[in-house]
């Protein structure tokens, strides 16, 4: 059976995660963190244990659930653990799953060593997740270089979405299901069809790839994330081009939100976007391993 336990039981909860992580100290660490927490009661409905007969516990996760009606249909699943044995943990899991609806599940895995990382892959590989390594990354757009030779874009329309897929299946080398473009087009938050662009060399041809925008605040101080960017695939061998799109694209921001800024995830394998997005002038806020689990 699982729940979520009770504020008193929250230092506990937190001792038990540092404690599978290997911290020297968790109970004191626990004592430090709970000091901190401006809401027991809220964090404590969080975070859920499977537990056996006589209320033993057995493992445990912190969620962060979508709302019900919300455009971001996101499953966050954190502070993971297991006192015995690795299919208690998918067990628990499991039925977090089932427990809360989603799209999308990412289990972000800071300060895990190797070591427990090996641990609790089986249990999450077994639900279908995929391991990737994460990059948080921000760029402030009253630091954008020089445009150089810019390219043409066109914002999305219902006319043109199924140009849009086509160009992201030969950008991505796969084509998006219909469950996966709409939790793509509401990734974190409602859709903005005027910052999900075309790329052109002129209008007359081909797009060239693709880069999807979403918005937090606008304004001129507004705050973007990148979706998503990528390039057909008889551009990859060189960089160019995407960095050509990318400042193109990043542009447009510039010209609506001269003191903005972008945030992006990237979890992807190939890492030519991440240092691409270094050379540009992102700024890498973090790393760590994540289990992710996308609609096909």
């Known amino acids: 059976m699982i729940r979520s336990i009770a504020p008193d039981e ?12 290997g911290h020297s100290d968790p109970r004191a660490f626990a004592r430090r963190a709970v000091r901190s927490v401006h809401d027991p009661g809220a964090e404590a409905e969080r975070s859920f244990i499977l537990f056996s007969e ?10 962060r659930a979508p709302e019900q009606d919300g455009d971001d249909q996101n499953l966050y699943l954190s502070n993971l653990w297991f006192k015995r044995d690795a299919e208690d943990l998918r067990t ?13 599940v990412h289990c972000p895995l800071y300060n895990f060593s190797p070591e427990k990382l090996a641990l609790v892959a089986p249990a999450l590989e077994a639900l279908g997740f995929e391991k990737r390594q994460a990059f948080d990354l921000e760029f ?21 979405d199924d140009l849009f897929q086509e160009t992201f299946r030969r950008a991505e080398g796969f084509s998006p299901s219909e469950t996966f473009w709409a939790w793509l087009k509401r990734w974190r938050g409602p859709f903005h069809p005027n910052l999900w662009f075309l790329a052109f060399e002129t209008l007359d041809q081909e797009p060239v790839g693709y880069a999807c925008y979403g918005l937090y605040q606008d304004g001129v ?21 995407l960095r050509r799109l990318l400042l193109s694209s990043m ?13 992006t995830l990237i979890t992807q394998r190939d890492p ?12 890498v806020r973090g790393t760590y391993p994540a289990y992710v689990k996308q609609p096909h």
């Not at 089932?98 to 799209?103: A, D, K, L």
Request: glycine share 8%; charged share 25%.
């Open 54 to 63: 006589g209320d033993v516990p057995l493992a445990g996760a912190y969620v």
């Open 10 to 21: 929250l230092e506990w909860f937190i001792a038990s995660s540092y404690d599978f992580l």
């Open 92 to 104: 628990l899991v499991g039925k977090l799953l089932e427990r809360f609806e989603h799209e999308a």
């Open 221 to 241: 101080d507004g705050q973007y994330y990148l979706t998503a960017a990528g390039v057909a695939a008889e551009y990859r061998e060189s960089s160019e081009m």
């Open 272 to 283: 030519k976007l991440i240092e691409i997005l270094q050379s540009l002038g992102f700024e």
């Open 251 to 263: 542009q447009e921001l510039a010209a609506r939100s001269p003191f903005g800024r972008i945030q």
């Open 140 to 160: 402030d757009l009253a630091e954008l270089p020089p445009l150089g030779l810019p390219l043409v874009l066109e914002a999305w329309s219902e006319e043109r």
